[in-house]
């Protein structure tokens, strides 16, 4: 393996972490977070290479660029991390025996962490203060759209860890060659667990190839249903914001899903809409509604291969439904279970829509835009999972924790 070396010195600085106490812990962090800030300006001037390289009209362009008032989110993002209580340590279940032994389940870090990941540099930040604030170290794989920027980030971090008398290795930035990822998806006995943040094509290539424990953040196909008893206003402005905040990120809407009994308040959200130039592929029922409240140049027929899309981008589908039956097939077939929202004053029907949806966050008249660590008091976020197995939605610094019992005797032995 041409990484072995590298990641042979991370396991050993994962056992160092062990030993670290938090408030040391939290030292390091506040201290990055105040070094990002810092050093903005080498870090936009190296990102700034990335985006060169980069098709502005690349749907990752957007997920690629910082700018300072990103940087300086991504430096609070890491104080929030650093101000939580730590996740290791915690006594989940104790128990005496009737023998004298005293067992307790305790909480701990998985030990190395290998992350995969696409041209988002502020990952690279936000992975860090995640697993040093868990006791993980941390392997990554950038994706060469972000090289320059990571190569900067990781810099930066290693240089926080050498002033504290901490490991450096305690976070490792791979090569963005294909070769090292495959050597890094079959690490067994170096890395503990892998998390890929990316495409669905990124996080399929790693399941089918990955012989070391995955978790899947999978990609985000997210719908927002507008009931027959949804509010237009409240719809208006939540279908708005869950399509234009960010586009390019993963918690967006991709799919508004309508019932037909309130398709004449679609002009009351293309108002809104055309106000971004949003690109609408619409069924026939809406179509027909859009057309004359619409410019022609946003607006095109809805193909099968609309829906079920994640579009990153000021794109959406619009799909007209009969009735909640036919909504619900309808997100149960296109969805990827990462986010899905209902706009409805029917108190029944949204606690209906919450038991019947499968996904890892499901909303009742707010947007998708939410799905994130830190919008739900996590900190900040390793990823969003949309599996079921040890983590589901937004995973943080509990989710980055494994457990093991303690077993305390006074000389017992067990009978034959």
């Given at each position: 393996?041409?990484?072995?070396?590298?990641?042979?010195?991370?396991?050993?600085?994962?056992?160092?972490?062990?030993?670290?106490?938090?408030?040391?812990?939290?030292?390091?962090?506040?201290?990055?977070?105040?070094?990002?800030?810092?050093?903005?300006?080498?870090?936009?001037?190296?990102?700034?290479?990335?985006?060169?390289?980069?098709?502005?009209e690349?749907?990752k362009?957007?997920?690629?660029?910082?700018?300072?008032?990103?940087?300086?989110?991504?430096?609070?993002?890491?104080?929030?991390?650093?101000?939580?209580?730590?996740?290791?340590?915690?006594?989940?279940?104790?128990?005496?025996?009737?023998?004298?032994?005293?067992?307790?389940?305790?909480?701990?870090?998985?030990?190395?962490?290998?992350?995969?990941?696409?041209?988002?540099?502020?990952?690279?930040f936000?992975?860090?203060?995640?697993?040093?604030?868990?006791?993980?170290?941390?392997?990554?794989?950038?994706?060469?759209?972000?090289i320059?920027?990571n190569?900067?980030?990781?810099?930066?971090?290693?240089?926080?860890?050498?002033?504290?008398?901490?490991?450096?290795?305690?976070?490792?930035?791979?090569?963005?060659?294909?070769?090292?990822?495959?050597e890094?998806?079959?690490?067994?006995?170096?890395?503990?667990l892998?998390?890929?943040?990316?495409?669905?094509?990124?996080?399929?290539?790693?399941?089918?190839?990955?012989s070391?424990?995955?978790?899947?953040?999978?990609?985000?196909?997210?719908?927002t249903?507008?009931?027959?008893?949804?509010?237009?206003?409240?719809?208006?402005?939540?279908?708005?914001?869950?399509?234009?905040?960010?586009?390019?990120?993963?918690?967006?809407?991709?799919?508004?899903?309508?019932?037909?009994?309130?398709?004449?308040?679609?002009?009351?959200?293309?108002?809104?809409l055309?106000e971004?130039?949003?690109?609408?592929?619409?069924?026939?029922?809406?179509?027909?509604?859009?057309?004359?409240h619409?410019?022609h140049?946003?607006?095109?027929?809805?193909?099968?291969?609309?829906?079920?899309?994640?579009f990153?981008?000021?794109?959406?589908?619009?799909?007209?439904?009969?009735?909640?039956?036919?909504?619900?097939?309808?997100?149960?077939?296109?969805?990827?279970?990462?986010?899905?929202?209902?706009?409805?004053?029917?108190?029944?029907?949204?606690?209906?829509?919450?038991k019947?949806?499968?996904?890892?966050?499901?909303?009742?008249?707010?947007?998708?835009a939410?799905t994130?660590?830190?919008?739900?008091?996590?900190?900040?976020?390793i990823?969003?999972?949309?599996?079921?197995?040890?983590?589901?939605?937004?995973?943080?610094?509990?989710?980055?924790?494994?457990?093991?019992?303690?077993?305390?005797?006074?000389?017992?032995?067990?009978?034959?």
């Amino acid at each position: 393996m041409k990484i072995e070396q590298q990641l042979r010195k991370v396991l050993e600085a994962s056992r160092q972490l062990n030993l670290v106490e938090n408030d040391r812990v939290k030292e390091v962090l506040l201290e990055l977070a105040l070094q990002a800030r810092a050093n903005t300006a080498y870090i936009l001037e190296e990102n700034q290479k990335d985006l060169d390289r980069m098709d502005p009209e690349d749907p990752k362009y957007d997920r690629l660029k910082l700018t300072k008032d990103r940087i300086d989110g991504i430096a609070s993002d890491i104080e929030n991390v650093a101000s939580l209580d730590s996740p290791v340590g915690i006594t989940l279940k104790e128990t005496e025996r009737p023998n004298g032994l005293k067992i307790k389940k305790v909480t701990v870090p998985f030990g190395v962490i290998g992350i995969i990941y696409e041209a988002r540099p502020n990952v690279t930040f936000d992975v860090f203060a995640l697993c040093l604030k868990s006791g993980n170290a941390c392997v990554l794989k950038g994706g060469s759209d972000a090289i320059d920027s990571n190569q900067a980030i990781v810099s930066i971090i290693q240089n926080v860890l050498k002033k504290f008398g901490l490991n450096e290795n305690s976070v490792a930035l791979l090569p963005a060659g294909r070769e090292e990822t495959n050597e890094m998806l079959r690490a067994r006995g170096y890395i503990d667990l892998i998390i890929p943040r990316g495409s669905q094509g990124l996080i399929n290539f790693v399941r089918e190839n990955a012989s070391i424990p995955v978790i899947e953040t999978g990609a985000g196909i997210c719908h927002t249903y507008f009931d027959e008893f949804g509010d237009a206003e409240k719809g208006r402005e939540i279908i708005f914001n869950a399509k234009t905040r960010r586009p390019s990120v993963c918690n967006a809407l991709d799919c508004l899903v309508i019932h037909e009994s309130r398709l004449n308040d679609l002009p009351v959200f293309a108002a809104k809409l055309q106000e971004e130039n949003v690109i609408i592929y619409a069924d026939e029922k809406s179509y027909k509604i859009f057309d004359g409240h619409y410019p022609h140049e946003l607006l095109f027929q809805a193909t099968p291969e609309s829906y079920g899309t994640e579009f990153l981008s000021l794109k959406m589908s619009v799909k007209t439904v009969a009735d909640f039956d036919e909504a619900i097939a309808h997100i149960s077939q296109h969805s990827s279970k990462h986010s899905e929202a209902i706009v409805s004053e029917n108190a029944e029907r949204i606690n209906t829509f919450r038991k019947m949806v499968d996904a890892s966050s499901v909303y009742s008249n707010a947007s998708t835009a939410f799905t994130d660590g830190a919008q739900f008091g996590l900190g900040a976020e390793i990823g969003i999972s949309t599996q079921k197995l040890h983590a589901r939605g937004p995973m943080a610094l509990e989710e980055l924790t494994s457990y093991k019992w303690i077993v305390e005797g006074s000389g017992q032995v067990r009978p034959k």
